[in-house]
């Protein structure tokens, strides 16, 4: 993770992108993740994925910024989820209540 406590990396396979999130999505990696996303959220034309078998902390800021993918994403009826949640995170979205949008 280059010293980071955040990282993102990506595959491509075809049409489908799966975007991996590692370490800790909080405050301060939230503006580059953001910007990071923005392009790869607007292609209406590829299926995404999030991949967060490697997240081990989500504050509200990521929390916030996944919620708005999934709500650009929706508003162009373009394919995305959210794949390998953690336990720790899975119980955090069952506990806010957002876990049935990220489940479908």
Avoid: C, H
């Avoid at 489908?16 to 590692?22: A, I, K, P, R, W």
């Avoid at 292609?43 to 916030?64: F, P, Q, R, V």
């Avoid at 979205?93 to 049935?100: A, R």
Wanted: charged share 20%.
């Amino acid at each position: 993770m280059n010293g980071k406590k955040f990282n993102v990396t990506t595959a491509v396979e075809g049409t489908e992108l799966t975007v991996y999130l590692q370490g800790e999505l909080d405050l301060a990696a939230a503006s580059e993740f953001r910007s990071y996303m923005e392009p790869l959220t607007s292609d209406g034309d590829i299926s995404l994925t999030l991949d967060l078998s490697k997240l081990s902390y989500i504050d509200s800021t990521g929390i916030g910024i996944l919620i708005s993918i999934l709500k650009a994403r929706k508003e162009m009826n373009a394919p995305f989820q959210i794949v390998q949640i953690p336990a720790q995170v899975q119980k955090l979205f069952d506990m806010i209540g957002i876990s049935k949008f990220f489940n479908d």
